[in-house]
C-alpha cells in the first residue's frame, strides 16, 4: 500500500474563528477512513478542503502526488480523481438509473461507456433497476445509484458527508453493509464523515476523532474503543463509566463492568431500562461522579443497592 493522501499541518478560520488547526494525517490506498467529531468540530470543513472546494489558510493537501488547493485558485473548485457522495444523492429526477450513470462518462465512446455502466450496475447490485426513476427507489438504492455515479470515472478518492444521514433507521445498517461491500469491491479510497459510531465501527479501517479543529485521536476502531486517549475519544465509540480506584480515575466501558454480590464497587439503581438484548442499569456510586451505566440479564428496582466488580 502507497500513501495516496497526505494532510500535513492545514488551518483555516472563517473570519475569526479558526476551525481547523494544524492538522496532519496521512490516508493509504484503499483505506477507509471515518472522520468522527461534535457538531461545530470541522469535520465538513476538513473534507471540504481535501476535495478542494475549500481553501486551506495554512499546510498544504496532496492527492496522489497532486497539490489540492481550492476555489481561490481554480476557476472550477474540485479536481476530477475526487468524487463527493452528499447524503441528498444528487440524481436527475427524469433521468432513469442508466442514464444517471451514464451521464456522468457521457465523453466515453458509446461501447466502452455501456460496459462501464453495466458493471457499476453489477457492483451495485441495480441491474434490475436500470430503467427504474429515483422516485420509483428506495433510500437503499438511490444511495447506491449515488456511489455507482461517483465511481463512475474511476476516482482515486472518494469523500463522502455524512451518507447514511437521510436513511431509514431500520434500513440503515443492511444499506451499510451494501455500501461497504460497494466500496470494498471498488477498492476506492474513502474519507467518509459521520456522526454515528456504528458508521465508524462498521466500516472504517481508522477513525479520526476530531475535537475543536485538532485531531484529538487517530486510530483503528478496535483501539479507539478499548484504549480512547480522552474522554472525548472515548465518546464517540460508545458508553464509558469513570470509576476512582485507590488514586486513579479509571476509564470502563459499561461490559466490562459485571453485577456481583461481593463487587469491589457499590451504588443504588436509580434507573433500569429494558434495551431488548440487556437492561440498562443506571448505578449512583461514591466511585464515580457520574451515573454508572450497567448492562444486566435481568431488571432491578429502582432504590436497590447493589455491587458490581471490574471483569
Ligand atoms: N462558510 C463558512 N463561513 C463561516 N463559518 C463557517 C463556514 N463553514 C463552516 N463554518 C463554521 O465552521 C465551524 C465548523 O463547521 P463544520 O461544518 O466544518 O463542522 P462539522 O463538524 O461538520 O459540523 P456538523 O456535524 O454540525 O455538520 C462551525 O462553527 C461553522 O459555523
Avoid at 495516496?4 to 492545514?10: A, D, K, P
Wanted: aromatic residues 8%; glycine residues 6%.
Amino acid at each position: 500500500m502507497s500513501t495516496l493522501v497526505q494532510v500535513s499541518q492545514v488551518s483555516k478560520s472563517f473570519l475569526d474563528n479558526p476551525v481547523i488547526k494544524g492538522v496532519s494525517f496521512s490516508v493509504e490506498e484503499g483505506e477507509i477512513i471515518c472522520i468522527l467529531g461534535e457538531s461545530g468540530s470541522g469535520k465538513s470543513t476538513l473534507l471540504r478542503m481535501i476535495g478542494g472546494l475549500e481553501d486551506a489558510d495554512e499546510g498544504s493537501i496532496v492527492v496522489e502526488e497532486e497539490e489540492i488547493t481550492g476555489p481561490a485558485h481554480n476557476l472550477v473548485p474540485g479536481f476530477d480523481f475526487i468524487n463527493f457522495v452528499s447524503q441528498s444523492f444528487r440524481l436527475e429526477p427524469f433521468r432513469t438509473v442508466w442514464d444517471n450513470i451514464s451521464s456522468v462518462i457521457s465523453y466515453l465512446p458509446d461501447q466502452e461507456r455501456e460496459t462501464k455502466v453495466n458493471d457499476l450496475l453489477v457492483l451495485c447490485k441495480l441491474t434490475d433497476k436500470s430503467k427504474a426513476y429515483p422516485r420509483e427507489l428506495s433510500g437503499g438504492q438511490q444511495q447506491r445509484v449515488a456511489i455507482a455515479m461517483a465511481l463512475a470515472d474511476d476516482p482515486f478518492l472518494l469523500l463522502m458527508d455524512e451518507p447514511f444521514s437521510n436513511l431509514d433507521v431500520n434500513m440503515k445498517t443492511q444499506i451499510r453493509e451494501e455500501i461497504v461491500e460497494i466500496l470494498r469491491k471498488a477498492e476506492v479510497t474513502v474519507i467518509l464523515v459521520s456522526h454515528d459510531p456504528i458508521d465508524a465501527m462498521s466500516i472504517a479501517d481508522r477513525v479520526i476523532i476530531l475535537e475543536s479543529g485538532q485531531i484529538s485521536q487517530i486510530d483503528t476502531p478496535q483501539v479507539l474503543y478499548e484504549n480512547p486517549s480522552s474522554p472525548y475519544a472515548a465518546k464517540f465509540l460508545g458508553p464509558m463509566n469513570y470509576l476512582k480506584v485507590g488514586k486513579e480515575t479509571l476509564g470502563i466501558r459499561p461490559e466490562k463492568l459485571r453485577i456481583t454480590p461481593n463487587g469491589q464497587f457499590a451504588g443504588t439503581v436509580i434507573k433500569s431500562i429494558f434495551m431488548g438484548m440487556h437492561y440498562h442499569v443506571s448505578v449512583d456510586c461514591a466511585a464515580s461522579d457520574r451515573v454508572i451505566l450497567l448492562y444486566s440479564s435481568c431488571s432491578y428496582p429502582i432504590g436497590d443497592s447493589i455491587q458490581f466488580e471490574h471483569v
